[in-house]
């Protein structure tokens, strides 16, 4: 069974950064791909970052361009956020997905680290 394990979240200040870090187990998986999503507080569930298994393709969501950076390391089976620049619209609860290989569905969900930035 798959579990996706979230840590680093936390209380910060708008201008202060976080490092989100994503443990899987109790699967190897193969090519595919990892992402993080947030939920803030009354509102949906949105997509924050993406990576494929080889990190050629990521994308961001506009609004957390040139502030956060995604990236995995397949031997450790760990996928990283570093948030930058963090804002007060940054708070929410982040969650760490990952798809089956091959793949484009997210099929797996960690249960998430909150994070909120205060003013």
């Known amino acids: 069974q798959v579990q996706l394990v979230e840590s680093g979240g936390g209380l910060v200040q708008a201008g202060d950064s976080l490092r989100l870090s994503c443990s899987a187990s109790?699967?190897?998986?193969?090519?595919?791909?990892m992402g993080w999503f947030r939920q803030a507080p009354g509102k949906e569930r949105e997509f924050v970052s993406s990576?494929?298994?080889?990190?050629?393709?990521?994308v961001y969501a506009d609004f957390v361009k040139g502030r956060f950076a995604i990236s995995r390391d397949n031997h450790q089976n760990t996928l990283d956020l570093q948030m930058d620049s963090l804002k007060p619209e940054d708070t929410a609860v982040y969650y760490c997905?990952?798809?089956?290989?091959?793949?484009?569905?997210?099929?797996?969900w960690g249960q998430g680290t909150r994070v909120t930035v205060s003013s």
């Open positions: 990576i494929s298994w080889d990190a050629v393709s990521i």
């Open positions: 997905a990952a798809t089956r290989s091959y793949s484009s569905s997210y099929d797996y």
């Open positions: 109790g699967h190897t998986f193969g090519p595919n791909t």
